[in-house]
Every structure is written in structure tokens, then in C-alpha cells.
């Protein structure tokens, strides 16, 4: 045989030999092309836009204390690099509990882009495919609502990313980001039910797109626009009512009852893994326990409570001459018989310690610690995003603010102190002390679920407050600079990725 | 079915036709030459006046075919008609040429004389003789490496070889090291190709190095391109021992030993730390804990390092088997290797078995490779973890579930208080690796010169982890409990096949020599995850999954491919063995790229060598006996990134739960870059190989520049896309550049003197640079080296991967005014004083690193002695963070000489838990002289004299004792300056965490004595 021929016969036949294919496909996950074909893929997709709520990085931990409660000027934070820097107003860009927030909040807007884009051209039950709409309607203006109060100045992104240089885009007004939130809230508030089945409790409603979308004129000043929403939840009092006892709200045993508007639903996962949405069995519960408990009953940094707070409550008692039972609810100070977790309050805290104000709304004291048992992901406390005691004092801030205080406003503010056996706010008062009434009664009856810092933003006061009182920050000697801690910074990921993007004032 | 030959063959033109050129060579010669009857000759080959000499080289001139004498000094070897003249050579000796004419007996003596030029040396789909290569290759005998005891073999490399960096990461046992030939040139994956008897694989750890015969490393493009996508990173090639003609022998190895920590640190005492404590707490204006002040219990006094650190058994015991006869050959063998580790708790076993055959019948050689192996680690995670034992803990607590004791965090004073060595004792932590590896080759001459090869190959792997935690209950500090016993279990099981077919054809026209090469192979890969959970179990003697009350946690299973395919060729060229050409290329198709945009890509190279001293103008009995000057330029790819990279895939972990339970989510989660493609490395290397003093000094000296581009570098995006904060993409070049140099003297003086020995000095200097990141991309940041997320490391442009960056320690504020005026209001006296931005601090790669070896023997004694040593490096020690500043550990006694008022000529700051100065931010506080110079080994062996084993009827025996690490010069204060890259599964490690100490096992010292037996 030529040797020519036989070598080229041996090289042909060595190659043909092989039949193994060098386009492989990933076995391990859906392909982006297969998807948003049918009706569970619309509510796979729609419930990874709740996904990131829970996560450590969310309100499991970073938003639920680290960004929110933490900066408030009920609470002091103790210096705890790294990690409370937000609420010591020492953040810089590269903080990463910062980033987590920004990375979960954002992934929400982006799934729900998705829905919403992907969604309407599936052939399904129409009737559920408004309410997915509006659930993810919902979570996208949930999610820029407080995009938007936490930075500030965020990029508006409404389509799911086609490219990356749909990426690289400046960042919004702030009139564009809340028109698009009324818009999403309106949205959903037409197309979601007012109850859904028990297993789906937990899902966005009628309600909580109502009250998202009053709170949202609310912030905008828009007085009538916002009590006339208010006034839909207050009218529907078979829907919502409050509960006898106001502690119900922040244990366990309360989760879900009738005066949760909407709430976030944390899981027991003691053995949940620590990281966003996306990772395999997450940490789903209420971990930010430890950013709040008292010094010794956590591994963390934490807060104590500014003495303010407790003096507000101890300025007027109940109908019937007690301190105002919200107080024991609220914080845990030197009183008698007073707990701390399974513990004697007076006992276990020394020095300094036992003269402080320490935080108990939302703590777990069926357990020994913060973080025993179960450590992070155990408690299932849920976090009552919006319940109607919040509703209706919102309700008489807004008919005051737009006209003065009314019947309606008063008949609001006066519900929220009935509960707590409170007497009723005096009659006839003014535009302005009305006001303050209305702003001392959210103190005594939401401090420390995170909306205190977005209370100041909004009434313009967090500066002059801060300012007022550095010994809010008496922990950490903490100085807050005007115009630049009312928001926290841009991640420097994004500031570098993006030169289009300008970082926050300060920063 | 899909065929990619006219992919694989859409070369370039120029390469394409340098490719057709070598087929057509190939195929062109063969018509030349008809076939003939191949016959046996033997013969046996002694030193001149002297013994039998095994192991001599014996080749059929102008071809490749040879072989080696076995322990007596015997050879058997197929020679052809036409052969004519056999060469005989051998390290040490002279090269001796002797014509066949006809005989089929030989008895050859050799004349003492350095003469390594003429060995064969083991080069990619081939051997060529040491004086022809033109590439840089290194090389070592296996019986140079036994002398040092690792678990894994890899390590047997440090400091052997120049341009070939080991790293080992303290003492743990069955440890993999890094191992870096001439320098990082990537991001990822920096580690070389393993090539063991030609199967390709990614680790050499699992070999037992009594199996070695030789390890050639190819480091420039020319020696290294014949691997083309997957050698830029450089190849190591091992080659296990094969069998020889003669009576079976019979080899028994066996070696036990004690190690001790290198080194142990000092720690304070718990009335000492109590007081630190309490100093801390007054500082900071808070009460002082309990458990320091009113409520110390000076009856606990817990030195943890103490009971944690000891000494521990390590024995290793070898049989072997080998022999053969005209036409089949074979070598068994078994290994058992157990080495219990310092730190308490841990062990690595190993189990080997390795069979090897060569059968011969007509023009059909079947070669086959095989080896099995077990290992079972059983590592202790927890020693030198961070915020951890305090000496005021007591260690047991019969009333404290799982009987170890612990401490309220509050009682303590300090926010996390964990009894590891408890930890370590209750968790079972065990991972078993199952291995099989090996290949079959069917060789057949088709024509004269002319050989086809088919190699098929495997490895297949099972890999086991099983970690099981009892319930347990230190205290409420985090990490201290654990609620209900938890049991996790991981299986991955992996096969890849390799199919190999390989054409080479030899050809000499007068003083023209030619070997071609042309092949084709094909690589797959699979590999299976399945891992599972549970919790809760009955009884702590429990602890498999259907034990478990509660099974449904972190079921996982992962399914990874992958397909590699190439096409080959080679020529080798010389005139007269003094003008050398080598040129290779090939080209690869890979699974990993986008198909069929980024499959494929073509790696050529090609080298030259010039042996100035053939030259007739070159003086003869000069001082220089041999110069040889070699140089290649050529370029190599790398695939080391993982599968499916570039596929933007949904991520179903996006679930949430509604209060009726978890409902199932499905979300894009991350953006993926279909555009990736090869990285490669331009290397150009300049070489010269000279011998001196009639070959008693040989020196190898290379220079070569290395540029690594299109490296696959994480650019950021913005995060608010919802789908991560990067992207990967082909963006860094980094630069390897340096100068490396192996000189070996043999001092063997012939018959008179019974005094020989040799000395082995390798020397590498190697500067590495991040050329640039590519647009967009912000320098990397790595090796954090605590919980509370500080880093080390920091990757930018003009400087090495991975270099040490933050603030500068300028001194300490000796009033709080200083520290205002500086614009440092939260800091007071006592404070550190830094610079005001951050910057470098210091590179962990060494400017250089050496070793030498010494081997000699005097009648029956011998003795061999090995050094090594890095120079110029820094270490980040992570240890005077967690021991020094922060809270949560014991203290060295640096901190008693904390600034205090009356104490403020001190470099160590005041006392502070809460540290609003941020004294513990990344510093030059951390960073130290890493260099040291270590006598890895000494041993001293005695060989039993030729009367005494004739009596015994045994062929040999050797007693010997060894040391390994036990001198070492270095100023380095953590426990040893061999950290390598951590390894630790608490923290980040790899490229970015190069000389970052955070729990690195201290070193172990070795004492051992050894019997080698052979019958």
C-alpha cells in the first residue's frame, strides 16, 4: 500500500472515531430560551420575585435592621465595624451589608421586570394572570419604594435586561422612580384580591397595594390622594382590624392576624445557608434578632434605645393610671419584675448595663438568647411590613396635613390609643399640635420596626434631629452629616461598573 | 453524531501548511523503507573495574527504541536488521557506542566519566535524548525523591527543580500543595497538567513516590506545546516504573517515624488574659465581665495550644514486585501510607496499588498502566480558628451536652467564645477518595520507522465526604451549640476517558535525522454529584441519613461534562546532532466555549538548539566540555475555567415560603458571557546547557518571558441589573519573567576512591506583573483573613497577583490631640497612626527560591542531604490580628507591652475591644518577612555488605534514618514560614490568599528510620 494513502486513511479513521459532541448544553439548569412558556412557569417566575424578601441579606437581616431600624433615632447603635457602620453613619461605598441590601432589592425589580414583561403573552386563565401581574406590580414598587428612600437617586430599569448596555444607563429623577411606584401600586391595587387561600398568605393584596400605594402619595406629599387610599382600608373594618393585645403583633403566636395589612413570611431554617436568593436552602427567618437584642444576649454589635423613647411613654399613662402597655412591648428598662429574654432584667445586667434602655419589640424570649437556639434562621417571627395601626395613623396625618384634623382623624389616631388603653388625644387641637400628637403616637406605636429613619426622611427632620441630640449616637460617637447620611451610598461596584452613575452626596 | 475534523483542521494557513507538511513527511517516508524480522540481543553492562550497573540507558542509535539494565546490570533489547550500533549511556559515565554486527550478546563496560547529555528524557507522546531537546525540561529521578515523606507526591517536587515552584500549606496531613512552574499567568486555575504513563489528569497527589521512576517537567511553549490547550500553566509528566527481563525481585520499603511541631507559640496564661480583658473593657468605659474580674476562677488555666499540638506517628510501608521475561515485563506494587497529624484529631491514610506490564509479540507492543488508590482524610477544620479559645474556658463539662466546656459570651467579656478543640473532638470529619487510573497503549510497526500507537486511558474517581456533628452545647455563643445532630454527605463520581492516536515516524538521510509526530486525541469528562443532609437524630450513635428524623435538608446533585478534542503533530530535526529544530502545533476544540464560535484554537511552537561544542572550532579538553544554546518561542492555551460559563441558565433556588409552605421560584440570577473564550501565553525562553570540567559540573541556565493574555478576568456590572456584579470576560495580561538555573556536581573518582557524591543546586527568580486588567475591571481584592471581612490582598496593574495591600503603620498618637490634629478625631492616644490612603505592602512571591541537594556514599555508608528556601517574600500574618488585636482569642505576650500611658515606648496600641480607631484595619501591622532557608531532609543510610547478604540470600538491604525539617532559619513569628496558599474551608484561599497565614497547621518535624529490602 502507498504510505501516503495509509497515513491519510489512519488520521480520517483515528478522527471518525470520535462521536463525542463538543456542544454541550448545562444539564443542571433551565435554559433561559425554554422558559415563560406556560402557566407554572408564570408562577415560578413570579414567586423568585418574593424570594429575595426573607434572605439574610434582605429583610431576614440587612434590610430588616442593619439599613433600617439601625439608622433610626430610636434606637443607638454600638460600633461594630463592618457590620452596624450604616446606623453609625460610618458606611462608605464599600460597605457590603449595604451592597446586600441594594443586591436584594434589585433583584426583586428585575424578576418582577421579567413577569411583567414575559408574562402577558403566556396563554393561561386570565383571571390569574392579572393577579400575577399585579403581584409582581406589587414587589416592583414594594422594592423602588425603598430603593428610592434608602439612596436616594437609583436607575430606573422597567424591562428585563436584553443586553448589557441596557445596563449602563444615569440614574432616574426622583419624580420618574415615585410615578412609576404609584403606577405599579395603582396597578396592582385593580388587580389583586382582598384575600387569598391560607396557603398563600403572604402573597401581595388588595390591601397591601392600597396601603403601599397611600403611603407613596403620602410621601409625596399628595395629602388627598393618599388619605382617600387610606380611607379604603379604614372603611373595610370586616377586612382589617386591630388586635386586643398589642404585644400579638410582634410574636410568633400573632404572625398573620387581623391587623396585618401584609407581612413577610420567615421560616424556621436553623440549618438554612447564609446568602441571597438564588442560593440552595437559604436562611429564611428573622435573623436580624441579633442586630437589636440586649448587649450580652447576642453575638452582635446591636443597639440600645435612646432614653427619648422611654420618656415619651412614660409621659402619660393609661385610662387607668398604667404605664402605657406599649412601653413594655416596645423596650425593656429597669422595672420590676422586668425580663430579659429568660432572665432576670435586674440580675444578669451590671453597671451601665442595667441603667440602659434595651430593645424587646420583635425579641423571641422563648429562647435563651439571640441566637440560642437555632442561631440565625430559627425565629419565625414574622416582620409586619404594614398593619392597620400604622394605616391609620398615616390616615390622620394625611386628612391633617391636607385640611386639619378631623372627625375621621381623630376617630383614626384615637382607634390606635384605644387599643392600648390610652386616653383619647385632647379635642380641637390646631393644624400643628395635632401634628405632633400624630408624630409622638407613631413613636410610641411603630418605633423600632424600621420605619422610624424613613418617618424623619419624609418629615425633612433627620438632619436637625441628629444635629439636635448627638447623644442619639452616644454609643458610637456618631456625627450625622446633612445631606449626605439621609441616604446611604451607592454601592462602589456599581459606581465603578457604570461611570454614568453619580454616587450619593458625601460619599 | 457530529464530526469536527474540518474544524480541528481549519488551521490557519501558514500552520495548516506546516501541518500538511508533517503528514506528508510522515506519510512520505514510510515508502522508503520495507519490514524485516526483529530479534532479541542481550548482554549485561559493568563500570570499568567495578560492579554491575543498573539503570544504564541503551539505545538503537538513530532511533528512539531502548532500554534500560536492570539491578544486575542485564539488558534484553528488540533490534531490527538494520539496526546497527547501540549506545550505552548512563548518568555519570562515559557514552559508549558499541556496533551490533550480528552479535546477540554483549558485555560492555563503562568508563566513569559525567556524561547526562545522552540520557532519554520523557517528553510529550514521546522521549528524546537529553543532548537533542531544544526545549526547557526538567528533570528527576524518583529515587531522588523518596528520601522526604508527604502524603501527597506533588510535594516531593520542592525545590528539586528550577522554574518549579511547591508550595506546601503547613503540615496538614494530605495536604495538596501549589505547585507553580515559571509563574502565575492567570486568575484561575494555575496549577499544572498531570501526565501520568500518558494519561492526562489534574493531580499527581495519589502516587506513591516509590513508583516514580522519572518526573519531566516541560516549561516553555516548545517542550510544553504538544499539550497545546492545556499547558500553559506548564505539564509534569511522571513515569511509574516498569519491569525488566531477569529473576523477579522482590522490594520491601519500610519507614516509621515520630513528628513534632516545628515550632509552638507563646500565649498568655488565664490570670494574664483576664487582666487584658478587664484593661480592654476599662478602656472602652464598659463594666468589666464577670468572669475576669469578680468571677474569675483562678483554678482554670486552659492552654489549648498545648493540648491541641503534639507529636504523632507516621509509618509508610512499600512492597514491590517486578521482573519479566523476553517478552513480557511487568511491576506490582503496594503502599500503605498513614500519617497521623500534630493537631490533634486528624489523620490521612493512603492505600496503593499500582500494576504494570509490557507485553512484546512481533511488531504488537501492549503497554498497560494501572494503579488504584485510596485516601482517607480526616482533617481537624477547627485548630487556630479565629475569636475561639480563651485560656479562662475550662475544656470539659460533664453536665454540658457533649461533656466539653464553654463560656456565656457575656461572662467572658468578649461576643463569641467556642471550645474548637471540643468541636474538633465531637465533629467526624472524614473524606474518602477512590482512584483509578491508568491506560493501555497498543503499539504496531506498520513500516519501517513508521509506528502507529493507540492509547486508551482513565481515571475514575469516587469521592466521599461525610461530615457528622452531635448535638452539642458549649454555651449560647455562636458556633458554640448545636441544637440537633447534623449529618452532611457528599459523593462525586467522576470518569474521563481519553483516546489517544498517535503516527511517528524516524528517518535519518545521512546526517539528517527526522521524527515525526501526528496524532489525534479525544478527552470526556463526566462527573456526578449527589449529596444530601439530615438532622435530628435518635442517638448520637447514629449518624447515617435514614437514622435521621428530619432528612429533607440541602439535597443536592450536580451533573458536569466535558469533551476536549485535538489534532497534533511534531517534527524534530537535526544535522548531525549539533543544528536542532523542533516544531509542534496543535490545535484543540474545546466544550467549554460557545459552539462552534470559540471551540477551537491553534497552539503552534518552535524551538532551536545549537551544540556550539560539536563545532569543530570549539577547543577540546577546554574547561568547557559541552555547550549547547537552545531557544523557543511559541504559544500555549488554557481551558482551566469551569463548564458552562457560557450559558445564561435559571437558578430554581429562587423559592419563598408562604405561610402554607415553600413554593417553588425560578429566576435569573446571574448574566453569562458567551463570548469567552481560550486564555493563552506567549513564552519566549532562551537556554544553554553546559557541562563542565570533562562533564563533573553540568549547569542548566534559562531566561524566558512569559505573557499571559486574554486571561478571564470577573468584570464588574452594575448590581441593579438584578443578575450579579460581574461578568466574566477575556480581559488581564500577566507577565512572567525570569531567570532559573540547575547546576549538579558528581564527584565519583573511580575505583581508588570510595568516596562519591554529587551536589544538585536549583535556583528560580521570578517577577511577576499584572500587565492590565482590561477595561473596566477594578483590582481584585483577596485573602480576607477574618469574619469580619478584612483583606489581604489586592490585585492591580504593575504588580504581582495578589499582592498585600492596606494602610501603613506610621507610628502611634501619644496624645489624642496629635491624633485630632491629624484629622482623626475617633481615634485618642495609644491609637495607631497610619498613612493616609492605603498602598502596597509587600509582595507573598519570593524574589527567589533554591534548593540543594547533596548525595554521597563512602563504602556502605550513604547520605543524602536536601535544603530549601524562598527569599524575599512576606507573609501576612493573620495570627497578630486575631492574637494581638482582635477580641476574640487569646493574646501573645506582645500585648503587654500594649500602649498605656505609663507605657508608651511600644509598637503594639492600646488596649481596645471596641476599637473606634479601627487599629485593626489592613495594615503593614500584619505583614512579615516570609523568606527562610529549611534542611528538608538528612539521612543516613548503611547498606549491608555482599558477604552478609550472600549468607541471607538477599540482594540487598539499607538501614537507614532520616530527619525532615528539622533546622530552619527564618525570622517569621507565626508558627511556620511554609503557609503556602490557605487552605483553610473558613476562608477564602487559592491565588488571592497566596501567603496569607489565618490557621495554617504548623510544620511537623520528622524522625524516621527505614529498612529497604530486596530479594
Redesign the interface.
Known sequence: M???????I???V???????????????????QS?WKTAD?A?????????P??TIQGWGRMLGALLTIQRGDDVNP??F??VNDPGTFSTVSSD?RV?EG??EL??????A??VLFYVPDISMDDTRKKQILGEASFLRALAHFYLLNMWGN??L?TKP?ES?D???IEQAPQADVWASIINDAKNAQAALPETV???????ATWGAATALLGKALLFNKDWTGAAAEFKKIVDKPNLYKLVTNYQDNFLASG??NSESVWEL???ST??G?WG???????L?GQGWESDVAP???T??GSVSVNKWVYDLFMKQKTKDGKIDPRAYATIIWNYPGAKVYQDDFAK?M????LNNFWVRKYLNFDR??A?????WGYPNNNRRMIRLADVLLMYAEAINEASGPNAQAYAAINAVRARAGMPDIPAGLGQAAFRTAVRDERVLELSLEGDRVFDLLRWGNMAATFKAHPEYRSN??AVFVEGKHEYLPI?V??I???PK?KQNNGY | MKIHINRLLHIPKPMRNIFIFILLLTAGFGSAFGSGAARDVRGQVKERNGGVLPGVSIVVKGTQRGTVTNEKGEFTLDVQPQDSVLVFSFVGYQTLEEPIAGRSQFSVELAVEDRSLNEIVVVGYGSQKKADITGAVSSVKGSELKAVSAGDASSLLQGRMAGVVVQNGGSAPGQAPAVVIRGTGTFGNDQPLYVIDGMITNSMGFVNPNDVESIEVLKDASAAAIYGSRAANGVVLITTKSGTSGDIKISLNVKAGIQTPTKKLKFLNARQYANWNNLAHDNDGLPRAPGNDAQFNPAIDTDWQDLSLGSAPLTDYNLSLSGGGKNAKFFISGQYFDQKGIVVDSRFKRYNLRANSTFTKGKFKFTESLSASRSVNNPNTYFGRETGELPTMPVYDASKKGGFGGLEPAFAGVSRVVNWYGAAKLNDNLNTNDQILGNIGLEYELLKGLKYKMNVGLDYGVNHSYNFTPAFFFSGSIEAFNDAADLSENIIRNLTTLIEHTLTYNKSFGDHNFELLAGYTSQTGTARSLGAGATDFPSDGLSVVNAALNRNVNTTGDLQEFALQSVLGRLNYNYKSKYLLSATIRRDGSSKFLYPKNTFATFPSFSLGWRVSEEAFFPKGAVVSDLKLRGSYGTLGSQNISNYLTSSVLNVNTDYYFAGGVQPGIGLTNFSNPDIKWESTKTTDFGADVSLLNNAINITADYFNKKSFDILANIPIPIYGGAGSTITKNAATINNRGFEMAVTYNHSAGAKDDFKYSLTGSFTSIRNRVISLGDGVTPITGGGFTQQSLTATRTDVGQPVGCFWGYEVLGIYQTTQEAIDDGRPEARAGDFKFSKNQTWLGSPFPKFNYGLSGNGSWKNFDISLFFQGVSGNKIWNAKRFQHILDYGSNKFPDVLRSWTPQNTNTDIPRVSQNDPANNKRSSSFYVEDGSYLRLKNITIGYSLPQSVLDNAKIASARFYISAQNILTFTKYSGYDPEIGRNSSTAYQSGLFSNGVDIQAYPNAKLVSVGVDLTF
Open positions: 502507498n504510505p501516503v494513502s495509509l497515513f491519510m489512519l488520521v480520517l483515528m478522527v471518525n472515531c470520535n462521536k463525542k459532541d463538543l456542544d454541550l448544553t448545562n444539564p443542571n439548569n433551565l435554559s433561559v422558559f412557569d408562577e415560578k417566575g413570579l414567586v423568585a420575585c418574593y424570594g424578601l426573607t454600638f460600633p465595624p463592618a457590603g451592597n441594594w443586591t434589585n433583584a426583586i425589580v428585575a424578576r421586570n421579567s437609583i436607575p430599569i435586561i448589557l441596557d445596563l449602563f387561600d391560607p396557603k398563600d398568605i403572604g402573597r404572625n398573620n413570611q420567615y421560616q436553623p440549618n445557608n441571597t436568593s438564588g442560593t440552595a436552602n437559604p429564611r448587649v450580652g444576649y453575638s452582635q444578669v451590671t453597671g451601665a448595663n435563651e438568647s441566637s440560642v437556639p437555632g442561631s458610637s460617637g454601592p461596584n456599581d465603578g461598573a457604570n452613575l
